[in-house]
């Protein structure tokens, strides 16, 4: 501030904060403003953040576990359909959908029918984990969100689309078992070889309206292997879902 020739007030003024609070900022150094605040203080004296708040720089640098964190969304209709189309396409060996309807796929990515037989003709392997359209978490689970498109329909619909695909080695999907449904219905996890995008469901709120973790692994046992291995019990004990009911046309 000497060098800046500015007073605490004066930078104050610079940063939209009260004179007291930069006095503070000045006593205390373990104290680190808000991010807005300091982009700010550090434009008004002309010197970076590294110099005023190293601790607030070294925070953010991932070095644990948290690096498996690529992105997070509060929501997950604010993840652009952009970015699920370039991990799809990106993924060569495995794709595994064990969202409880996944029936936004077939909304949100063109020719998904098109792109998911090219991937199944390229040797990748396409999982999808459903929730049973049948099942009582399925009408519980409708009854909470009360929409006109139930549950049961997204689930047929999903259903339909796979039957357009035809009868392909590397094409699987199951129900997930009664018992895990209560689970299933609550966490989404969409794989797409190294990368993951998870969604734990809100209370009373449907998919597109709750927060979205977007995962790359990089070490044994971290979140996305926690994840992973989730929705991979889930599958283990998952009825197979036969060719004749991925026809079924929605009810």
Do not use: C, K, M, W
């Given at each position: 501030m000497q060098a800046a020739n500015l007073s605490p007030r004066q930078l104050a003024v610079r940063v939209?904060?009260?004179g007291k609070t930069v006095e503070r900022w000045v006593a205390d150094a373990e104290l680190i403003p808000h991010a807005r605040n300091r982009e700010d203080a550090c434009t008004a004296l002309g010197v970076d953040k590294e110099m005023l708040w190293p601790k607030a720089v070294k925070e953010r640098i991932k070095i644990g576990g948290d690096r498996e964190i690529v992105q997070s969304y509060p929501y997950r209709s604010s993840c652009p359909s952009t970015a699920w189309g370039e991990l799809i396409a990106n993924a060569t060996r495995e794709l595994f959908f064990a969202g409880y309807t996944n029936y936004f796929l077939w909304l949100d990515q063109p020719a998904f029918v098109s792109t998911l037989r090219q991937k199944l003709d390229s040797g990748c392997r396409v999982?999808?984990?459903?929730?049973?359209?049948?099942?009582?978490?399925?009408?519980?689970?409708?009854?909470?969100?009360d929409v006109a498109l139930t549950v049961s329909t997204?689930?047929?619909?999903?259903?339909e689309h796979l039957g357009k695909?035809?009868?392909?080695?590397?094409?699987?999907?199951?129900?997930?078992?009664?018992?895990?449904?209560?689970n299933h219905v609550s966490l989404s996890v969409?794989?797409?070889?190294?990368?993951?995008?998870?969604t734990p469901h809100l209370a009373r709120l449907?998919?597109?309206?709750?927060?979205?973790?977007?995962?790359?692994?990089?070490v044994d046992g971290g979140m996305f292997a926690r994840f992973s291995d989730?929705?991979?019990e889930l599958w283990s004990r998952g009825t197979p879902i036969e060719q004749g009911q991925l026809n079924q046309r929605q009810r």
């Open positions: 939209g904060v009260s999982r999808f984990l459903l929730g049973d359209p049948e099942g009582e978490v399925t009408r519980n689970r409708e009854q909470i969100e997204r689930i047929r619909i999903t259903l695909l035809g009868s392909h080695e590397g094409l699987e999907a199951r129900f997930s078992a009664p018992g895990d449904a209560v969409f794989r797409f070889d190294d990368d993951a995008l998870v449907v998919g597109h309206d709750s927060p979205l973790l977007h995962l790359r692994r990089y989730h929705s991979e």
